[in-house]
């Protein structure tokens, strides 16, 4: 089975200052993918990014930043300047490929990081 | 692209009353729905999953009879929560995916609550 966990439950940070989002991942497949979603206030999950197994390019969009490392299997998520519209739950998620011989494709989440930007 | 809208996104009922929420994949075709309940300030919780055309997957514990799921085609799919109790009170989120594309886009919510 597969389990993602988010250790940070809250984190409270102020406007401008960057903040890091922990998220540690366990699978016993080899090929998987690997999700971030943001749920502000409103409720509606906001997709990211998405990376694969195969991929531990470092990936950066704009002042989001993502470092994938399989040695510690963690897909951890920085926010530089981070900004008050930044408030939200964060929530880190693990899929196993469609094409996967446990045919098991469902998101598996952790429980999110609640992420405060205080102005 | 990959927009999901759910309706209604709010809803107040009565308990005993039955209440249907659709979730639409507007700008593709989602072969796959998936169905989910979050309680405050909790993860999602995987409710069932559903192909167009065919029977939803519960996951354990779902009661299949008191939340009945329709796919009816590539892009909408329906929750209906059977005689509503107060502890049925939830946001319920709905996600879509196309093909064997392994991204999940997902709706706003819809967030009841029964009286």
């Known amino acids: 089975a597969q389990k993602v966990t988010q250790a940070q439950t809250e984190i409270s940070v102020v406007e401008k200052e960057d903040v890091t989002l922990d998220c540690v991942y366990e699978?016993?497949?080899?090929?998987?993918?690997l999700f971030w979603y943001k749920q502000p206030p409103s409720g509606e999950l906001v997709f990211l990014i998405r990376?694969?197994?195969?991929?531990?390019q470092n990936e950066i969009s704009g002042r989001y930043s993502w470092n994938f490392q399989k040695s510690t299997s963690s897909f951890n998520f920085t926010i530089t300047a981070s900004q008050v519209v930044d408030s939200a739950v964060y929530f880190c998620?693990?899929?196993?490929?469609?094409?996967?011989?446990?045919?098991?494709?469902?998101?598996?989440f952790g429980t999110g990081t609640r992420l405060t930007i205080i102005p | 692209g990959a927009v999901v809208s759910q309706h209604p996104s709010r809803v107040i009922c009565k308990s005993g009353t039955s209440v249907k929420i659709e979730c639409r994949s507007l700008?593709?075709?989602?072969?796959?729905m998936f169905w989910y309940r979050q309680f405050p300030k909790k993860s999602l919780m995987l409710m069932a999953t559903?192909?167009?055309?065919?029977?939803?997957?519960?996951e354990q514990g779902v009661e299949k009879d008191k939340f009945l799921i329709n796919h009816a085609s590539l892009t909408l799919s329906t929750l209906t929560v059977t005689s509503a109790h107060p502890e049925d009170s939830s946001f319920y989120i709905c996600?879509?995916?196309?093909?064997?594309?392994?991204?999940?886009?997902f709706g706003p919510g819809t967030r009841l609550t029964v009286l």
């Open positions: 996600s879509a995916r196309s093909g064997t594309a392994d991204t999940q886009y």
């Open positions: 699978t016993r497949d080899t090929t998987y993918y």
């Open positions: 990376r694969n197994s195969f991929d531990e």
């Open positions: 998620a693990l899929t196993l490929p469609l094409i996967s011989n446990f045919g098991n494709e469902k998101l598996t």
């Open positions: 700008d593709f075709q989602a072969t796959t």
């Open positions: 559903s192909n167009e055309g065919s029977k939803a997957t519960y």
